[in-house]
Structures are given as C-alpha cells and as structure tokens.
C-alpha cells in the first residue's frame, strides 16, 4: 500500500455555512418525526421562527433538498416531502474535467467492478428479444475501430447490458461511470499508447451470453476489459 | 419483462422552480467556459445581472452547487470552482424510509452485483495485515447468531472487505448500501421467516482469500449471498 501524506489522512474542516447548518437541522428533524413520502411540512415561516434564522437561509437550505427530490411544492396543500431522487446528486457532479485523479481512477474501477458482478442478475433477466438487440448493435459494429465509432458502439453494447438486468438504479449509474471510463483510456492512451485491446470481443460476450452460464460469461468479461484495468491499476 | 403502466413508461413533468432554471444555467455556463478547480466564479451581483433574476435566486442555486461541494468561498479571492463531493448528495438521499420500494430492491441487487465484482481489485490490493484484521472480526462473531449482533458483524466483515480494495469512493458507496440490504432483508424476513443461511460463511470466505484465488472466493461469496439474491428476486 503506498504511504499517504497527512492531507489524505486527515480531513479537512469545512468551513460551514448557515445555510448547511439549518440544511442538516433540516434533514435531522425529518429523519426524526420520521416523515413519509406525502406528509406536508411545516411552512417557511414556521421554520424559520423555529430555528431563529432569517427566511432567506431557510429557503437556501429548502432549495438544496428540493434539488435532491426531497421536498416538492403541491397546489393547496404546501410543502410535502416526496420520493428523492437517488443519483440526481451524483448525476450534477460527474464531470471528469472537475473531478481529480484519484476519484476518476476510483469510479474507473468501480465501473469495472459493476461489470465483472452483473452476470447473476443479467442471466436472471434477459430475454430472446434482448439477444436479437445486442446482435444488431454488434453487427452495426464490426469494422469500426477507430475513435469515436469505436466509443459510440462501446456505449451501446455496454448499455444495452446494463439494461438487460431490468436494474433502473445499475442502469443509469452505470451509463454515467461510462464517460469517466471514456476519459480515463483516452487520457492514458495519449500518455502511453492505445491498451492492448482484451482477447475477448463484443460478439464473443454475445456468443457467451447465447450458449453458456454466467462464470463463462463473467470470464469473458474479465478478459474482454482486463487490459484496462491492469494498465490503470499498475499506474495508481 | 413484466408490463409497465403508463406512469413508469412516462417520466412526469416535474414543475420547475426559478431556482431550478438558474442552477441548471450556471452549471452550463461552468462547463461550456470549461472552469477548472480552483478558477473564481462571477460575483452573485454579477450572475443575478446577466441571468436577469434577483439575488436570491441566484444564492439559492449557488448554495445548491455549495451543498454538493462544488463551490467554496475562499477569503479574499470569493467564490472558487471546488472538487465536488462525489457522493454527498447521494449520502444525503438513502434513507430506506423515504425510498419506494423499486428503488430499494435495485439499490439491494446492487450491493449484490459490486460485491460479486470486488473479487480482482481486492486480490490486486489485499495485505496480510488486512487479512489477520479480517481474522480477528470472524473470531469475534463465533456464536453471534441473533440480530442485532449478527448485523453488526456483518456490517465489520463486508465493510472491512471495501476498505481492502483501497477504493475510498467503492468503499463509501457500499458502506451506504449496507443499511438498505439489512433494512430489506428485515422486511423480507418479516414476511416471509428468516432466509436460508448461505451455505459458506465469513470464515470460508476468509479461508478462501487465504489459499485460493478470486474465481473462488467468487463463487464462494454467490453462495454467500445467494439466498437473500435469490428470493428478493423471486417476489419482485
């Protein structure tokens, strides 16, 4: 393990603002009168008298979990805390031009990772029709292995699997690691050369997923990104 | 596939807010002029100018940006672009109480597939002092059957696995996940009885970390967790 310097160990404090302070008060109290999905929430007003803060921060800190899918505003009946959005947060900060090295190389892996663990819930759910559609994308692809073709079918094959499991939540996390996964072998292949491209192909997981169970596929898997992630895992 | 209704086929209309709209225009506005951590942003006076919109608005969607990590304020030099927190926002959304029920059976299966996929980056990085650490928590778990040791327990030998990978973002994403899979598992054995136990434990899986390589420890970790996979995905 590489020895980490004293900024990695220790967190930083963050400075705080008001507006996290009634933000986290916020959520404490929700969590605590244990509020449903539907249940109407005290007005702004009320809020702020209670926390003895001005209405301006109240509404900074309202805004913040109506941005997560926390809190919705409903004609007649107010505020009401509603169903958040679980990668609504996630999806507004992945972007690799603002993300450092380390997380890239982090959310690198844990694409890898969530491809070499889908098989059990892809073979518990694909379908004849979803075989026929990988097929296609597979065909279309043959001959195209120069950049950008070659991304553009790598996202389709490699969606069009994540959609196979039926798995809204994999699905759309998976969709968003794929630029990072685009970033991070663009920028490692302008600093050491294209990877060695994995033994295993798109038709050859095709075949796999056709014919055998899912440790051959999983295998398959493993090959078919392997280069990758040794070359990145070396490079940490 | 199961039939859909109309309403999961087609995403509502969400009302939008003036601080939804500003937020959504400064994050393109951070992306087209390609700002980089550390880059100062335009004053609030400035923003609320440009974007037509009163003050207020605009600070409500900056501390927006300001909750996720992607903004700070520095003294003398006013608001800088930052590294965002990858996970804040969803840290602040997984609650099992506030999730419906889809999502908490997609956020199940997805613990299920990271931990399926973990085996090669855990083989990469594992020492031997993390496997006598992970030694020392299976022999303290001898005997402890019951919720609610049994969940403590699990929670330090899974948790302890993430940490092995060396993976800061896995690590805290999975350790997020936990409560869902225990919450779920509850529910599950509230109905239904308690789920088979898998037929390989912690200490088989500690044993096979030990002497065999990560096509085993795979196996063996399906068989781990097969059982609660197998009959959540049976009721969905």
């Keep these: 393990m590489a020895s980490k310097s004293l900024s990695d160990e220790i967190a930083k404090i963050a400075p705080s603002t008001m507006a996290d302070v009634v933000e986290l008060r916020l959520r404490e109290y929700l969590k605590k ?46 505020m009401i805390l509603a169903q958040p959005d679980i990668l609504g947060g996630f999806e507004r900060v992945m ?24 098989a059990d819930v892809l073979y518990t759910r694909m379908t004849d029709v979803d075989l026929k559609e990988l097929e296609q994308i597979v065909n279309k ?15 389709a094959f490699h969606g069009k699997l994540y959609q196979m499991t039926r798995n ?5 996390f998976q969709n968003m690691l794929l630029p990072v996964f685009e970033y991070v072998a663009t920028e490692e292949a302008k600093l050491n050369g294209e990877a060695k491209v994995g033994k295993i192909t798109h038709r050859d997981l095709l075949e796999l997923l056709k014919t055998a169970g899912p440790e051959d596929f999983r295998q398959g898997m493993k090959e078919h990104l392997g280069p990758h992630f040794e070359r990145i895992s070396n490079s940490r």
Excluded: C, H
């Design 33 to 78: 009168k244990a509020f449903k999905p539907g249940d109407a929430l005290p007005k702004e007003v009320e809020l702020a008298e209670a926390l003895d803060v001005s209405r301006n921060v109240v509404r900074e800190a309202l805004s913040r979990l109506r941005m997560l899918g926390m809190i919705e505003t409903k004609k007649r009946r107010g």
């Design 141 to 155: 692809e043959v001959n195209q292995v120069q950049r950008p073709f070659k991304v553009k079918y790598e996202i």
């Design 168 to 172: 809204d939540t994999f699905t759309r």
């Design 95 to 118: 972007d690799p031009l603002i993300l450092d090295r380390k997380t890239l190389m982090d959310l690198f892996e844990l694409r890898f990772v969530l491809e070499m663990g889908l």
